[in-house]
T-cell receptor, first 111, second 115 residues
Framework: GEDVEQSLFLSVREGDSSVINCTYTDSSSTYLYWYKQEPGAGLQLLTYIFSNMDMKQDQRLTVLLNKKDKHLSLRIADTQTGDSAIYFC???????????FGAGTQVVVTP | EPEVTQTPSHQVTQMGQEVILRCVPI?????FYWYRQILGQKVEFLVS????????KSEIFDDQFSVERPDGSNFTLKIRSTKLEDSAMYFC?????????????FGPGTRLLVL
């Protein structure tokens, strides 16, 4: 079955790197995504990675994909207080684009 | 930058009442979705819609739910007879392309509270 798992909470000091981890079960996933949700707001797409890639870098964000272990991570370099939010990983599970989400990781950035 | 909008932002209703949640997807998008997030739980897929018909729906999307694209801009989710467990944040999303990353853009959500 389809399931996406994430750790629930991460605390990080401002200026340090954050690493948010995610595991998924559907080996047929073609794309995996990271979304950010700030309090009271919707889901903002941060980045995505195609399943035949190992890594993707986009400014302060680095996505690593280990397809063998079905493990996805998001690294945020030089974490800022504005990065405090809930981060969701999601996989695209079929041709119609249905997304399967994890429960979200609450990231708290402390000064 | 174009964005998905949703109205209302909050809705309170009595159990058994009908509610209609409204969404305006990005104008050149072709695929439309509804998701919901019960407080403290995962974001769950409800339904996808393409070419004026439902393309896929989840087990949650039972006969009490319906979707419609009544004109060229709006996409609505109707819950005919609300239950307490329908209380959640409802997100609309849309995307344009058929291939590639099929990036979905989400609206800000409607928080529904059923009393």
């Amino acid at each position: 079955g389809e399931d996406v798992e994430q750790s629930l909470f991460l605390s990080v000091r401002e200026g340090d790197s954050s690493v948010i981890n995610c595991t998924y079960t559907d080996s047929s996933s073609t794309y995996l995504y990271w979304y950010k949700q700030e309090p009271g707001a919707g889901l903002q797409l941060l980045t995505y990675i195609f399943s035949n890639m190992d890594m993707k870098q986009d400014q302060r964000l680095t996505v690593l994909l280990n397809k063998k272990d079905k493990h996805l991570s998001l690294r945020i370099a030089d974490t800022q207080t504005g990065d405090s939010a809930i981060y969701f990983c999601a996989e695209k599970t079929d041709s119609w684009g249905k997304l399967q989400f994890g429960a979200g990781t609450q990231v708290v950035v402390t000064p | 930058e174009p964005e998905v909008t949703q109205t209302p932002s909050h809705q309170v209703t009595q159990m058994g009442q009908e509610v209609i949640l409204r969404c305006v997807p990005i104008s050149n998008h072709l695929y439309f979705y509804w998701y919901r997030q019960i407080l403290g739980q995962k974001v769950e897929f409800l339904v996808s819609f393409y070419n004026n018909e439902i393309s896929e729906k989840s087990e949650i999307f039972d006969d009490q739910f319906s979707v419609e694209r009544p004109d060229g801009s709006n996409f609505t989710l109707k819950i005919r007879s609300t239950k307490l467990e329908d209380s959640a944040m409802y997100f609309c999303a849309s995307r344009r392309e058929a291939g590639g990353p099929q990036t979905q853009y989400f609206g800000p959500g409607t928080r529904l509270l059923v009393l």
